[in-house]
């Protein structure tokens, strides 16, 4: 390869390449007790991909992960980016649509993959293009050499990449290109308790102080309806409070509250505003 290609490959290494939070670990991933059995077959088989293709067969490396919006597909996506030490490429299917050059940044993004290898190919929101192809509209022909695309790539990939994709509407994804994975995952909201989700989030370097009353944990609890991304992002906000404050402890009230505020739930406190304790509540 001369100098100009392998420049021209350095740059679009750039463009496509997704920098992944090192904070953002395998075992801060909230996940249902199916998808921990799964993740833990992946991994053994990755672990284990040369003893299977010597007898000709293939690990699992094609993941589809879908369902609700904010519940971790990504943060899933990243943390095993993490845990495997492998770059993660990924293509902005929004913005590539808009210029027109979605099939290009596919093939480019296979074609680093398939030469660095040990890589996480990423698309999300594979439902834009990778639809059912029944379906007809103005940008059919671009829709279709995407997908085409993505067939053809993912029938050469090289086999110590990992391909995973997302949807938030797994009935609109094309027959063909579903039956292309050989693990599906789905992710529901969070059905866990609420302090157990934001112990999940909390970097290692800071304290839970859990000063929330019962009567608030209750409220919340039972009224929140918000995703894992809208919590993380909370209690994000709740660790640099806690850091401008000069401070390591993060205190759950506080993250309770804040919750309530986001969820326009109405919660009258005693006139001490020191005091957590719930007189009354309820939804505007």
Sequence with gaps: MDGEAMNINENRLKELLMTVDTNIRLESVILSDENKEKVKQFLRENENRYKLLRYGLEPVNKLLFYGASGCGKTYLAKALSNHLKFRMLYVDIAKSLSEGNVAKNISDIFEIGNELGNCLIFLDECDSIAWNRDSVGTDSGVIRRATNSIFQQLDQMNKTNVFIS??????????????????????????????????????????????????????????????????????????????????????????FKEIAVSQRLKIRFKTDKDDPEIFESSIK
Excluded: W
């Design 166 to 255: 997302a949807t938030n509407m797994l009935h609109r994804l094309d027959p063909a290109f579903e039956r292309r994975f050989n693990m599906k995952l789905e992710f529901r909201r969070p059905e866990m308790e609420l302090i157990e989700v934001i112990k999940k989030f909390l970097y290692k370097d800071f304290v839970l102080v859990d000063d929330a009353t019962n009567e608030l944990k209750h409220i919340i609890q039972r009224n929140s309806r918000l995703s894992f991304y809208e919590i993380e992002d909370i209690v994000k906000r709740a660790m640099k409070e806690a850091i401008l404050n000069d401070t390591l402890e993060v205190k759950t009230s506080n993250i």
